[in-house]
């Protein structure tokens, strides 16, 4: 079946360290990718989607590449801020309306 | 101008109790859903209506029952609650159904269960 792994959280670090959280998923055929954050107490917002191989989606600084070979969609921004700190989660959606979501990296930044 | 709205945002109740919560979309897309955010933040869905028709029903106890009124609208009726109830119930929509496009949360309903 359809699914997706995201490395295991909390992932701390400090103002203007370079980010990245691992994102695999297995499914059959060609998935949408998504990126989905949600700030502390609130909903979750998109954060960038790519919808076949080899698409970046970037939005805010973070960027993540559709690769089909590895399976993943690993998200990155070069410089974090205290304001980046938020739970991320990878999503992944085929033809059945359902979004397939990971576990969630929760996101720690430290002036 | 908010997209996609919940209410209540917080819901305390005690066990066996029958509670609500309602989700109004004005984005004009076809297809809504509920989410369930357990306590490890896990997201799972629960159900989708296309156009007021039930067309995701994952396996979910049938003392959930979603109801929507018209394709804005999509609420969630919880009878008997249990302690395992305690979630965030998130609502969100898209433009049609069966599709890879995104989808638009709503701010989510924290229900507590006593």
């Not at chain 1, 909390?10 to 989905?36: D, H, K, Q, R």
Request: net charge neutral; glycine share 8%; charged share 20%.
């Amino acid at each position: 079946g359809n699914s997706v792994t995201q490395m295991e959280g909390p992932v701390t670090l400090s103002e203007e360290a370079f980010l990245t959280i691992n994102c695999t998923y297995t499914a059959t055929g060609y998935p949408s990718l998504f990126w989905y954050v949600q700030y502390p107490g609130e909903g979750l917002q998109l954060l960038l989607k790519a919808t076949k191989a080899d698409d970046k989606g970037s939005n805010k600084g973070f960027e993540a590449t559709y690769r089909k070979e590895t399976t993943s969609f690993h998200l990155e921004k070069g410089s974090v801020q205290v304001s980046d700190s938020a739970v991320y989660f990878c999503a992944l959606s085929r033809n059945t309306g359902k979004l397939i979501f990971g576990q969630g990296t929760t996101l720690q930044v430290k002036p | 101008d908010t997209a996609v709205s919940q209410t209540p945002k917080y819901l305390v109740t005690q066990m066996g109790n029958d509670k609500s919560i309602k989700c109004e979309q004005n984005l004009g897309h076809d297809t809504m859903y509920w989410y369930k955010q357990d306590s490890k933040k896990f997201l799972k869905i629960m159900f989708s209506y296309n156009n007021k028709e039930l067309i995701i029903n994952e396996t979910v106890p049938n003392r959930f029952s979603p109801k929507s009124p018209d394709k804005a609208h999509l609420n969630l009726h919880i009878n008997s609650l249990e302690l395992g109830d305690s979630a965030v119930y998130f609502c969100a929509s898209s433009p049609q159904r069966d599709t890879q496009e995104t989808q638009y949360f709503g701010p989510g309903t924290r229900l507590l269960v006593l």
